[in-house]
């Protein structure tokens, strides 16, 4: 496991959950759909943070939760009665053809895509999919767009940046990705921009000085954009959902 998703994401596992977006009902329903998912369909979703996409995907499917990160857990226990499983994506302690569909939520660019690919592969029954969703910044929004240009720097050698610059979604073994965009609004707190801001896992390991002035930065974008006296935002994103074909 990537060294920063291991310690940032190890911070505090209810800011995550207070800070993430979930996902649309409309994704949701796409994603299922395209990959085939029905009551007797095992399914694992891998990387599975806080639930956002879990809780989503329970009750309609038999479905195993896999996540890493303790502190995720604490919270995937609360929120969601799926079982859950403490593994790695490169190395998952199932039998081959164990499921019929795969999903993973905001966390491919953290895998090793090689170790990953080969395990997601081997899980999966030969004719099934592998389902992708991502909360995306957008960034067309000058609010959006101010705070995070705060990260750009702090984010520079992030793992996701390199894999934008290459193929996002690329996954060895898989086919090409097919792709549909939605979008949805959240309506988000001064607390909850900050709660966002500090489960990114670049910014949370940082030193505690340096993550204050983060905060502050924060704070004078939205009084600068908002205004003082405004205390919620409709938040934007852009949603992006995928699904690849094993290839046999």
């Given at each position: 496991m990537h060294r920063i998703a291991a310690e940032g994401f190890s911070e505090d596992g209810w800011r995550y959950e207070r800070g993430r977006a979930g996902y649309p009902g409309d994704a949701?329903?796409?994603?299922?759909?395209?990959?085939?998912?029905?009551?007797?369909s095992m399914v694992a979703d891998v990387a599975a943070g806080t639930g956002k996409l879990t809780r989503e995907?329970?009750?309609?499917?038999?479905?195993?939760?896999?996540?890493?990160?303790?502190?995720?857990?604490?919270?995937l226990r609360e929120v969601t009665e799926v079982p859950v499983v403490e593994a790695v994506?490169?190395?998952?302690?199932?039998?081959?053809?164990?499921?019929?569909?795969?999903?993973?939520?905001?966390?491919?660019?953290?895998?090793?895509?090689?170790?990953?690919?080969n395990e997601l592969h081997r899980l999966l029954k030969p004719g099934t999919r592998l389902g992708l969703?991502?909360?995306?910044?957008?960034?067309?929004?000058?609010?959006?767009?101010?705070l995070w240009s705060i990260m750009d720097e702090i984010e520079s050698d992030a793992p996701w940046r390199q894999e934008r610059a290459r193929s996002t979604n690329a996954v060895p073994g898989f086919g090409p990705d097919n792709r549909q965009d939605f979008t949805q609004v959240v309506?988000?707190?001064?607390?909850?921009?900050?709660?966002?801001?500090?489960?990114?896992?670049?910014?949370s390991v940082l030193a505690p000085d340096k993550r204050t002035e983060v905060l502050a930065e924060c704070r004078a974008v939205w009084d600068h954009h908002l205004?003082?006296?405004?205390?919620?935002?409709?938040f934007p994103y852009r949603v992006e959902a995928y699904w690849l074909e094993r290839l046999d």
């Open positions: 949701v329903d796409w994603l299922v759909d395209h990959l085939r998912i029905g009551p007797n995907l329970a009750g309609r499917c038999r479905l195993l939760a896999v996540e890493p990160v303790p502190q995720m857990h604490e919270v994506a490169e190395h998952l302690p199932f039998a081959d053809a164990s499921f019929d569909a795969i999903t993973i939520a905001q966390a491919l660019h953290w895998f090793d895509r090689e170790r990953a690919g969703i991502w909360n995306a910044r957008d960034r067309s929004h000058p609010v959006v767009d101010a309506e988000t707190t001064r607390q909850g921009v900050e709660d966002r801001m500090l489960s990114v896992s670049y910014i205004g003082p006296e405004v205390e919620s935002f409709p």
